[in-house]
């Protein structure tokens, strides 16, 4: 019973499908028919004009976004635990020239207005230090927690009264959107740039980067050739993400997710260090009480010494998404 | 009857079986099983010790590889018509941090020891011009060329000799072995490091990373995340190398492509402005003939004014290329 | 006698007392009064907007420039033998965070509008392909030759045709102007930027980035911050400037030392590649000429086999250019 | 009476003296007579081999040296209030081609030994976080404060037991010295290249760069060129360095400096917030206190809302330091 990673996961059958469709000769590189869908498609999802590209991981994705926002002089304001600071190996270092990221703090892994307007003022030395470029939130947070489409709004104010770019790292916004019960438009707000995560909500390689303004798409074309990203068979690519956003599949299955972490955390109770939010649960615990549970034949990853992390997936199987929580109700 | 790219071709069925085969859940990015075998893999193929990493195209390919031998204040001697020059948007100079290509000349878009010598005698302001760090060749070449194995051992020497990193953009190195009739070794000869097509060969989007060297494989893993290439169901590129490499798929598939060639290449005749070395033909042509065949059906692409490029792959059918072989003859 | 280089020229007795005369307490880097005056100064010069930055190099000044205008997936199209290609150690490829060179010809080392139509008409890859994003020429260029206000003129015209920036390589812009008899601004002719060379002329270690536009100085001062180049006691920065142009100075100067290589080249005659047209001559040359000339105690860079290089400088003796004119016509 | 910053103050006679007899004509760049006798000046000085280039600017002194440690997918271990971290625009970031900054924690902006581990403590995500390549300190530090020899040494041991490259900014380094009355070689300690600053204590523009490892200097000689650093008239820089070491004229002026700033401390007693250990002092003070200050003629830098910043410099008034340390104790 694996509750290690999303990523972990297994490719959803409508994309097997998909991908097969696919594979009949078409023109190389994104000149297919079926990337050349991806705006459409998108466009209708938010109700406001969209320019996507399809790229393979989601460090890709966010990076390819903030290229589009930040000078290499610049630097993203972004939250202390934020994966493009964390996970990525400095990606954004190498994507954007040696910008910086300015970290910010906040609950839940998530950044506020407040937090944000502090990084801000320190930035008081002129020439001598980077200025802000853009500002990147997670929806939902590294912890799981999802931004209120006001607070969405609230930032977006903020960056636009600053003159800053802002993107949303949505690795897993499907969750977010499932959880909220809004729109995707609500969940992603005013944001520039979004990282339409698939590849954790049951693709194989793929994830969408979606422009809310086609000057900024038509830069990343440039640097995801320059950087590998632009497959010379991406039939592929955009079958995976057709796939999954044309039929509302990718809130299906997020559903699923959050619904298996839903019985998680009905059992964990007070052990939760943030409410569940998404297919992400931190959950207090001793070393004897994981070798009990990984002794019932539960996987997860030990976060810190004080508590581990349960990542639910569509192809969770909600029995043994009952289990752990029984599991962990009885601990 | 579509000749226009190897990129163009379909997934080979063996590819399909082993990327569903791999739908199980396993440790995220190349933390899986079939990832920890590709090392023994290749150490077998090329009978040499090798750290193999896959990557999602051969740009990422030949610029994870470069990145491992070239500073920022360096070069690679390549040839004019390298792919890494005239296809990569410049790909090389974001991996390598402002390095430069340094162009030279060969016929067949094949570089000679000779044409690498000249440049080498052209680096003579010193710390005003950027010193050579490594060359790269491209197995078969941009026009479809094998170098034999004793070309490959020359310049190798030329490179030891010089103390210079030696890559090889192999997109199409199965060709240049089918062709060669040589073992892959020898047709890899010394070099460092070789960009191992398999995209074109009947993969999804996946080559591999074959360094000899694995201090440098293990500096090109850093840079692989980086980049964003470090995918987070690696399974699913594993399994496709694995299928096309651990059973001879590779070189099978790359005879029938070759073969395909061959068919063409002998109703072309002295149209041909290079000799028929793998699956790619350069092709003499005027407007008129070029609409006729068309008129007939054939799918290919203008070269530039003066020629026309046929390409072919493991999945050209028999029949469609001897009836493009009779329809050249009949020009 | 030393015509080596006017890199060993002297510094001019005004630009010391204007440097001993910065010699007090003022505002670091470059908040000091002196740096105030610049934008200025440069203003009334050249009758339009300017907004300089002083650097301490020409590569420095070079790249901060083109920094403004080439994104880094883009490229400038330079001359072949532009400094910047030949002898800057890579430094666009660092500063401009990978872009680019595209290498165009013609003669005297001067780029032509149908050199640069050339590169253009070159470009036809789309993404594959880096665009090209700016044009730099060398004023005078590294044969020394000026470009005529008509040819900048046109060269301007293209580069607005094609939504490209220009800049102005002016190591020897002041030899320029003083050949040209024409006022500075008609010698700059429609340039977005002008690296406005100073150390060859009788500075010691500045030069003036004159930006046309506003914005992109602003864009420059961050970068060159950066890139460790706002010196802390920018006033001797400055000073020296300011003491080369707001009274003619550097005019003067660059007038001297034209007229001492007119004196060089009216006894090198028919061994001249290029007319003379600022302060750097080529001039054929056998190996046994050169023993003889050497012999006579005049000191001169070995261009290549077939030719030497003399340059004079605003502190060449007349007598010593005389001397080398008549040794020449004695050969 | 000026304490606002030892970038403000003047240049030291005899520097003057030495760029003028430095004003004949040489071997441009770093070919002159003068750069070639840097090496064996500092290797008398520090009594193990030197290698040395001389820099425009601290920023890029520290920038270069960093480059020849950190690769780009590395990081430099420094204090969170770090000159490269606060002050440099990003510098390092440029010059390390998006490396990062890891931020240690540590009394009066000195990284300890603890501090560091714990900074290293918390790499431990693999390939998905930057791995540490090397340490940086300042002597001395932000806030004026030298470290001990043994300090140095055990900084030293652990950057060599973690196989990190050990960097000293040292724009300071002659206040330190001077303070601790120990050697060059004690202050500087195991570290592989020192800032060795100079433009604070005496000079006009330039600062030495001092490898103690001559591979890691012909690195640098790459990278300095290719920044832009490589002035072409670099005796002038050269000149300045040796008229500060050669006879010990450098520990002369910073002993100036300290002892202006000893006076001033002993004014300021209980308000200092460091111990006096070099030119810097920082000083609680309140708006009113502040506005007196300047209303007696004492120029000052506004730290914070807490407290003030003087700084001596060698050219600093006795008589001013005693005015103000008298100002002070009156308050």
Chains 1, 2, 3, 4 share one sequence.
Not at 190 to 196: G, I
Request: aromatic share 8%.
């Amino acid at each position: 019973m694996q509750f290690l990673s999303d990523n972990a996961a297994r490719v959803h059958p409508k994309l097997w499908e998909a991908m097969q469709a696919a594979d009949v000769p078409d023109t190389p590189y994104d000149g297919d028919a079926l990337s050349g869908r991806l705006d459409a498609v998108f466009t209708e999802l938010f109700g406001r004009d969209c320019a996507v590209l399809w790229a393979g991981t989601g460090t890709a994705a966010n990076c390819l976004a903030l290229a589009t926002m930040v000078e290499p002089h610049g630097s993203v304001i972004c939250h202390r635990e934020a994966h493009i600071e964390m996970d990525e190996c400095g990606a954004p270092g190498f994507y954007l020239h040696g910008a910086k990221l300015l970290l910010a703090d906040g609950a839940g892994a998530k950044l506020s207005v407040g937090g944000i307007e502090e990084v801000l003022a320190g930035i008081t030395r002129g020439i001598h230090q980077v200025p802000a470029h853009a500002i990147s939130i997670t929806q939902v947070s590294e912890y799981g927690q999802a931004y209120a489409p006001e607070e969405v709004a609230a930032i977006g104010a903020l960056a636009k009264a600053q003159g800053l770019g802002f993107h949303m790292d949505g690795a897993r916004f499907a969750n977010a959107v499932a959880y909220l019960g809004c729109s995707a438009a609500e969940a992603a707000g005013p944001v520039d740039a979004l990282s339409f995560g698939c590849t954790k909500n049951g693709a194989m390689n793929v994830e969408a980067v979606v422009f809310f303004d086609s000057a900024k798409a038509d830069v990343a074309r440039w640097r995801r050739k320059r950087a590998g990203h632009l497959n010379s068979k991406g039939r592929f690519m955009a079958a995976q993400v057709l796939a999954l956003v044309e039929d509302g599949l990718w809130l299906e299955l997020a559903g699923q997710a959050n619904a298996a972490a839903a019985e998680v955390a009905a059992g964990a109770g007070e052990r939760l260090l943030h409410p569940a939010q998404s297919n992400e649960l931190f959950v207090r615990m001793c070393a004897e009480e994981r070798a009990a549970l990984r002794a019932q034949g539960f996987a997860f990853y030990d976060w810190d010494e004080s508590c581990v992390r349960f990542v639910t997936a569509w192809d969770t199987k909600p029995e043994d998404a009952q289990a752990l929580g029984r599991a962990l109700a009885a601990l």
